[in-house]
């Protein structure tokens, strides 16, 4: 058996002191210094084994913040860990308190395809870090060599024409994909950031501003516009997620897809990725093909769409959490009073309890929140120095 944790960690815009990265945000060295310590701590509060990151602008800050965390392991385990004269060194208390740190481990970074370094212009990437390594190349996902083209059916009495489409060609944020090994596995784990829930809002050609930027002429109903546009571009990113997880699933490989999905676990978009929850009986459905009201699936139908569901599901770690524990609330993000999880963290049926064939099991799910305000407190402008999403971890046992 391999204790293994994975974790997610949403840092909000990790870049080096004095750049732009959106327009007219910058850190100064301090506040950069600032950052990096808050990170390294949170990065030795989590000691995970696989962590995803998102919003990383720059590689050799983050590798920075995974030396500094290093570095305060090494003097945390030879303050805290008994030298070979100490009888008691082999306790299991003190494998527990030693930090790992990350001297050996390995760095995937996904740059975003969309970032041309232009000051005021960045756009962030993904990356991933794993003490248990790689198995092959890491893969990233965003320019895709065939655009994804959403037809939408025609509404009855209208040709079908008339229905219109959209056409994704390029991910908001890059999809990572690794391999890595854990216990007698090899499992496929996914990073993604998937679009936010911010606007689109469309620049006129000569403007020097989309109209319905200028809040001083609100538009209602030009911004409801923009959180459509948003939303369908956050569906389609999530559709090409699940494409890659049901070749990974349908290859025979165990899955692990964790992020921001910027929704709750119940949103269209998260449930695309995890995929259907199966009915509980589908023999009183009346078929696809019915010519007769009786004519309903058999209960050996039942069970191969069933099975058929299953074999393909995602399941959440936090759900699986609150089922062991009873526990009934987690929050990664808050803002304006509200408290919900938009971090999570998927796992194949391969690591579901219900799964005879079962190859790990999840042990605890931790979430690391405290520094998180919800707008409302006077420091929360400076909260760029931290995160404005909470950090989470699922604990699994691998056989």
Request: with cysteine; aromatic share 8%.
């Amino acid at each position: 058996m391999q204790d293994v944790t994975v974790a997610s960690f949403n840092v909000k815009n990790l870049i080096g002191p004095d750049q732009e990265y959106y327009r007219f945000q910058t850190y100064t060295p301090e506040e950069h210094a600032w950052k990096a310590d808050w990170m390294a701590d949170q990065l030795l509060a989590l000691d995970a084994d696989v962590v995803g990151f998102q919003e990383i602008f720059e590689q050799a800050a983050l590798q920075a913040v995974i030396d500094e965390t290093t570095r305060r392991a090494d003097s945390l385990n030879e303050a805290a860990q008994p030298d070979r004269t100490k009888p008691y060194r082999k306790k299991a208390i003190f494998r527990r308190l030693e930090s790992g740190g990350y001297r050996d481990a390995a760095l995937a970074f996904a740059p975003n395809s969309a970032d041309d370094g232009i000051p005021g212009e960045r756009r962030p990437g993904v990356a991933i870090l794993s003490r248990l390594g790689f198995e092959g190349a890491p893969e990233i996902i965003q320019d895709l060599p065939q655009p994804l083209v959403i037809p939408f059916a025609p509404l009855r009495g209208l040709d079908a024409g008339d229905a219109g489409q959209f056409t994704l060609r390029r991910l908001s944020r890059p999809i990572l994909k690794v391999r890595v090994p854990m216990g007698r596995q090899v499992v496929t784990v996914f990073n993604c950031h998937l679009k936010s829930k911010l606007g689109e809002f469309i620049k006129p050609a000569g403007a020097e501003f989309a109209r319905e930027a200028d809040l001083t002429r609100y538009d209602p109903l030009g911004r409801a516009l923009g959180a459509l546009r948003a939303a369908v571009r956050r569906m389609a990113e999530a559709w090409v997620l699940r494409a890659e997880v049901l070749s990974e699933l349908n290859a025979g490989n165990p899955v692990i897809a964790m992020g921001d999905y910027n929704d709750g676990e119940h949103a269209v978009s998260s449930e695309i990725i995890s995929g259907e929850r199966p009915f509980k009986n589908y023999a009183w459905m009346l078929r696809h093909d019915a010519r007769h009201p009786s004519d309903r699936y058999t209960a050996e139908e039942n069970d191969q769409i069933t099975a058929a569901v299953e074999h393909v599901r995602l399941h959440s770690a936090e759900k699986l959490f609150v089922r062991k524990s009873l526990r009934d609330m987690v929050y990664t993000s808050a803002f304006g009073g509200v408290f919900e999880s938009i971090d999570q963290i998927w796992l194949s049926r391969h690591f579901a309890p219900e799964n005879e064939n079962q190859i790990g099991d999840m042990t605890y799910f931790s979430v690391l929140n405290d520094h998180l305000t919800d707008g409302s407190h006077p420091e929360a402008p400076y909260n760029k120095l931290a995160s404005d999403h909470g950090q989470i971890m699922a604990h699994l046992r691998m056989a």
